[in-house]
C-alpha cells in the first residue's frame, strides 16, 4: 500500500500552489542594485558575534560566480587566513551527490529507484522482514525507513560500513514503514554499497571520477584520511567551558556516502551552478552528466519533512518542509527553496537553492553550532528579492543563546538530582571488566591508580568519579565531550552484571 507520505506529484504542485498563495511575496526588483553590497561587512561583522574562527561563503547567480571568499582563519590562535580554496568538511551536504551518483545510475539502467535494496544486497537485513523485502533504493535516501537515529554505530567506533549495515538487524523499529520521518545516515552508507554493487566500482571512486573529475572539482577529497595530502585546510573548533577550542576532527568515513566529502566553497560552486543547469556541466550547452528527467527527480518531494527539523524554522515559519532525494524544501517569502546543512563535530555547511531563480548559496565554517549559516542563506536570498533590512544573524544568535540557555538549565537540574553522602556498593576495582552488547560494542572498565577509566570506541576515553549511589559520572579526557552518566546493576549475589551507559545497557562479560 502507498505510504500516506508519498507524495504523487500533483499532489504536491497542488500543496506548493496552495502555500505560495497563502505567502505574501516579497516585490523583486527587476534589475536589483548590487545584491550582495555590504554583505562582506556584514558576514566579517557577524563572525565576531557567533565566535566562528574561520568562514567561506560562495553565491552563484544567472550562470555566473558573483561571490567565493574566505573570512577569518583556519585555526584559532594562528594567522594562516580561509581563502576560497580551503578545505572544511562539507558534512550532510554530501547526501546530495550520493542521490545524484544513483541518478547516474539510474540513467544507465543499472538499476530504478524504487528497486528492492535486497535486490543488490542480497544480505541485507532489518528486524522486520517485510521492511527487510520492500526497502528500496528511494527508501535509502529519504529518512522514510522506519528506523531511528543510528549514529552511534559509527560516531567514535571503528566499525566498517559492512559491519554498520550488517547490525542494523538488530535495531527495534522507531516508527512504522514510511509513515514518518527520522534523520538518518546510515541509510545513505548502505546506498553507497548499493552504488557499489551496481557499478562495480566503490563510492569514492564514483564520486570522484563521476563528479569531482567532470566537475574539476579539484580541491575536494571524499573521505577525511585523503586530508594529509591537502594543507590549505580549516581545523574544527567548538565552545568549551566558554573558550573557543581547537578539536579532534570526527571521521566519518565509514558512513562515507553520507557526510565524508572535504571541499572549498570554490569547488562547491561549481556543484551548485551544475544542479542549477539541471546536470549539466559546463553551462547549458555544456555536457549532460545527468538526463533532464533525473536531474529533475531529484528535488522532487519524497515526504514531508517536520517543520521543526531546524530550530530557525521558529522565525522563519515555512507552511511546509519536505525531503527529495538529499534535500530539504521549504517555502520562503513566497519561494521554493531546496537546501540542506552539514554538521561534524567543529565544521558546519549549508547549501540554498532558489532554482527558479537560478540562485545559489554555499557556507562552509569551523566551530560547531555556528547558526549563522542559516542567516548567511537567508540573507542573500533576502538581498536578491530586494531586501537589505533584515538582521537574521541577530534574531538567530538570540535564538539559540536561548536554547544554550536552557540545555544549562536542564544540566543544572541534573545535578541537582545528585544524591550526596552515598558510597558505591563494591570497592572500585570490583566493577572493573568488559560490559557489552550485540548492537552497541563493548565499554571497557579499568581499575588503575585508585581510580576507574572508562573506554568505548576509538574516541572516549576518560575516568569516572562517583556520582550517588552504583552511578558514576565519565569525565572525558576530550574535555569537547560532555560528561556522561554510567550506571552499574548487581546481580543477587552483589556483583556487577550491566552497565548502562548513553541509554543503553552493556553485559559484563566473564
Not at 526497502?135 to 537515529?149: E, I, K
Not at 551552478?273 to 545527468?290: A, E, K, S, W, Y
Not at 542559516?374 to 533576502?382: G, K, L, N
Amino acid at each position: 500500500m502507498p505510504s500516506s507520505l508519498t507524495l504523487t506529484r500533483r499532489a504536491f504542485e497542488i500543496l506548493l500552489a496552495a502555500a505560495l498563495l497563502a505567502t505574501p511575496a516579497v516585490a523583486q526588483s527587476s534589475t536589483p542594485a548590487a545584491p550582495l553590497d555590504g554583505f562582506d561587512s556584514y558576514v566579517a561583522s557577524a563572525m565576531k558575534d557567533w565566535r566562528i574562527p574561520g568562514l567561506a561563503v560562495a553565491v552563484v547567480k544567472d550562470g555566473r560566480l558573483v561571490m567565493a571568499k574566505g573570512f577569518g582563519v583556519r585555526e584559532q590562535g594562528r594567522s594562516e587566513p580561509v581563502d576560497e580554496h580551503t578545505l572544511f568538511a562539507i558534512g550532510s551536504t554530501t547526501k546530495a551527490m550520493t542521490a545524484a551518483l544513483i541518478g547516474m545510475l539510474v540513467d544507465e539502467k543499472k538499476l530504478n529507484w524504487d528497486d528492492p535494496v535486497i535486490k543488490y544486497l542480497p544480505w541485507f537485513q532489518l528486524k522486520d522482514p517485510y521492511v527487510t523485502r520492500e526497502l528500496t533504493v528511494r527508501d535509502l535516501l529519504t529518512h522514510r525507513s522506519g528506523l531511528g537515529n543510528a549514529d552511534f554505530l559509527w560516531v567514535g567506533q571503528n566499525n566498517s560500513a559492512h559491519e554498520i549495515i550488517r547490525r542494523l538487524r538488530l535495531i527495534e523499529p522507531a516508527y512504522s514503514f514510511r509513515s514518518s520521518f527520522i534523520y538518518q545516515n546510515i541509510m545513505y552508507a548502505t546506498a553507497g554499497a548499493v552504488i557499489e554493487a551496481a557499478s562495480g566500482k566503490t563510492w569514492e571512486q564514483m564520486i570522484q571520477t563521476r563528479i569531482f573529475d567532470p566537475l574539476e572539482m579539484h580541491d575536494t577529497i571524499p573521505v577525511l584520511r585523503m586530508r594529509a595530502q591537502r594543507s590549505n585546510i580549516a581545523s574544527p573548533h567548538q565552545v568549551v567551558n566558554g573558550r573557543v577550542l581547537v578539536v579532534e576532527s570526527t571521521s566519518v568515513d565509514s558512513v562515507a556516502p553520507a557526510g565524508s566529502v572535504w571541499s572549498s566553497v570554490a569547488d562547491m560552486s561549481k556543484w551548485m551552478q551544475f544542479l542549477i543547469d539541471g546536470g549539466v556541466v559546463g553551462g547549458p550547452n555544456g555536457t549532460r552528466l545527468l538526463s533532464e528527467a533525473t536531474a529533475a527527480e531529484l528535488f522532487k518531494p519524497q515526504v514531508i519533512a517536520p517543520r521543526d527539523q531546524y530550530p530557525t524554522t521558529a522565525l522563519v515559519k515555512p507552511h511546509w518542509m519536505t525531503y527529495g532525494l538529499g534535500w530539504f524544501q521549504q517555502d520562503y517569502q513566497g519561494r521554493a527553496v531546496d537546501f540542506h546543512t552539514g554538521s561534524i563535530d567543529g565544521m558546519i555547511a549549508i547549501h540554498g537553492l532558489i532554482r527558479d531563480e537560478r540562485l545559489g548559496v554555499y557556507a562552509l565554517g569551523n566551530l560547531a553550532n555556528g547558526e549563522l549559516r542559516h542567516a548567511i542563506m537567508y540573507t542573500v536570498f533576502d538581498r536578491y528579492a530586494g531586501r537589505h533590512d533584515h538582521d537574521w544573524s541577530k534574531e538567530f544568535l538570540k535564538l539559540y543563546g536561548d536554547l544554550e540557555k536552557t540545555a544549562e538549565e536542564a544540566q543544572k537540574r541534573q545535578e541537582s538530582r545528585r544524591v550526596t553522602g552515598t558510597s558505591p556498593s563494591l570497592a572500585l576495582e570490583k566493577y572493573a571488566g568488559t560490559y557489552s552488547d550485540p548492537l552497541h560494542g563493548s565499554v571497557e572498565i579499568a581499575f588503575s591508580e585508585g581510580k576507574l577509566q572508562i573506554r568505548y570506541g576509538v574516541a572516549r576515553a576518560g575516568t569516572l568519579e562517583h556520582w550517588n549511589y552504583d552511578t558514576f559520572r565519565a569525565n572525558w579526557n576530550a574535555e569537547w565531550n560532555r560528561p556522561s552518566l554510567v550506571t552499574f546493576n548487581l546481580d543477587a549475589q552483589g556483583r556487577p552484571a550491566m552497565l548502562q551507559f548513553l541509554g543503553s545497557r552493556y553485559v559484563r562479560q566473564p
